[in-house]
Every structure is written in C-alpha cells, then in structure tokens.
C-alpha cells in the first residue's frame, strides 16, 4: 500500500512560482497514476493536475493550464507540481492521490490513496 506525503507549500507573494512535492513509500510511485487536488476554504475540493502511470500522460483543469506542471521523478519516487504566476486565487490546500496503474485524471472518489495536504497561501 503506498503512502503519500506533500511537502513544499507556504506563503507567497502573487505572481511568485512553487513546487509542491508528493513522496511516495511503500511502493513504487511509478505504476500509480498521480492526481493534484486543490480545495480553498468553504469550497469543494476540485482537480488540479494528473498524470498517468503508463505513458505519463497528463491532463489538467482548464483554469490552470499554462501555469501548471506535473511531472514525475522516479529516482526519488515522487511526482511535483510546479506552479508559476501564482493568483490568489490558488491559495488552498493542495493534495496528492494515487491509483494504481491510473491514467491522468478520475473523480476525487476514484482514488484510494491520499495524502495529508500542504497549504499555499498566495498573499496579493
């Protein structure tokens, strides 16, 4: 059973980049299918970015396209999001899930495996 663990969020200033970082123990993060979940504070949790086991194909909500990067590191058995020009309106709590040999993106329901969030804060 894998687990996951984000790292990487904080405070910044808008227009700043990150990256959020998603370790994986237990298994072999490479044959999972990674998702980045988003939720702010009094909405829903919403997809963010994903990214397949197989081909690593990647897919990606239409409000951050362009400014959003998922990619795998399977040296150290992680995937990252990096994130540029960051708004204020990114600021969340950020999630990894995974599914084992997944594609790019499934509803939230859809994936066992979850870690326990970082916060990003985007002061403007």
């Known amino acids: 059973q894998v687990q996951l663990v984000e790292s990487g969020g904080g405070l910044v200033q808008a227009g700043d980049s990150l990256k959020l970082f998603c370790a994986a123990s237990?298994?072999?993060?490479?044959?999972?299918?990674v998702a980045w979940f988003r939720q702010a504070l009094g909405k829903e949790r919403e997809f963010v970015a994903g990214?397949?086991?197989?081909?690593?194909?990647?897919d990606y909500a239409d409000s951050v396209k362009g400014r959003f990067t998922i990619a795998r590191d399977n040296g150290k058995n992680t995937v990252y999001l990096e994130i540029n020009s960051l708004k204020a309106e990114d600021t969340a709590v950020y999630y990894c899930?995974?599914?084992?040999?997944?594609?790019?993106?499934?509803?939230?329901?859809?994936?066992?495996?979850w870690g326990q969030g970082t916060q990003v804060t985007v002061s403007s």
């Open positions: 899930a995974s599914r084992e040999f997944g594609g790019p993106r499934y509803v939230g329901s859809q994936y066992p495996y």
């Open positions: 990214i397949a086991w197989s081909d690593s194909r990647t």
């Open positions: 237990g298994a072999t993060l490479s044959t999972y299918g």
